[in-house]
T-cell receptor, first 112, second 111 residues
Framework: DAGVIQSPRHEVTEMGQEVTLRCKPI?????LFWYRQTMMRGLELLIY????????DSGMPEDRFSAKMPNASFSTLKIQPSEPRDSAVYFC??????????FGPGTRLTVT | SQQGEEDPQALSIQEGENATMNCSYK?????LQWYRQNSGRGLVHLIL?????REKHSGRLRVTLDTSKKSSSLLITASRAADTASYFC???????????FGKGTRLSVIA
């Protein structure tokens, strides 16, 4: 298996622009997680899905953030409009039945 | 909220020495997991220890769990420069809920 795939790996955008991050979980996994990592705040869970259904989005910082999982093999995290404080590394992870999580390589987002 | 807290925040050792990292958590757990993160990469699962286990080994890794003290330790024996990374503990609350990660221990192994 190729593991969790994220795209793009790097994104540089200007404040106010829309940003879409993409994730393909490991085939057969039924849970998907979106995290944000910064030096100041560490690793934060933004939202997670079980069987394509959003379960808890309490970690989503603002209404500017939204996530979807239209099917078992694809998820997106969208920021609209983006702000400089959104600069971080965004990770997607998947797991099977709540066991160990497998992380993607991350998307490094820079908002100028 | 339930959270694992690693100690120390940073650790620097010579190659060949053992490295010990500790994790404390707040409430009852089903299992505790340790992850490693190399600079600029995603986290990688190392080992999972269940609440009814006291010790587990995987290669040069040894994990202990003391549920009475709500703590765990990760021992890396005969460390190598390639072990340089950040190490996180993570605990899932009971039920089908996601992991909560600590802030990690940054380990530097000097050749």
């Amino acid at each position: 298996d190729a593991g969790v795939i994220q795209s793009p790996r790097h994104e540089v955008t200007e404040m106010g622009q829309e940003v879409t991050l993409r994730c393909k979980p490991i085939s057969g996994h039924n849970s998907l997680f979106w995290y944000r990592q910064t030096m100041m705040r560490g690793l934060e869970l933004l939202i997670y899905f079980n069987n394509n259904v959003p379960i808890d989005d309490s970690g989503m910082p603002e209404d500017r953030f939204s996530a979807k999982m239209p099917n078992a093999s694809f998820s997106t995290l969208k920021i609209q409009p983006s702000e400089p404080r959104d600069s971080a590394v965004y990770f997607c992870a998947s797991s099977l039945m709540g066991n160990e999580q497998y992380f993607g390589p991350g998307t490094r987002l820079t908002v100028t | 909220s339930q959270q694992g807290e690693e100690d120390p925040q940073a650790l620097s050792i010579q190659e060949g020495e053992n490295a010990t990292m500790n994790c404390s958590y707040k409430t009852s757990i089903n299992n505790l997991q340790w992850y490693r993160q190399n600079s600029g990469r995603g986290l990688v699962h190392l080992i999972l220890i269940r609440s009814n286990e006291r010790e587990k080994h995987s290669g040069r890794l040894r994990v202990t769990l003391d549920t009475s003290k709500k703590s765990s330790s990760l021992l890396i024996t005969a460390s190598r420069a390639a072990d340089t990374a950040s190490y996180f503990c993570a605990t899932p609350p009971r039920g089908n809920t996601p992991l909560v990660f600590g802030k990690g221990t940054r380990l530097s192994v000097i050749a």
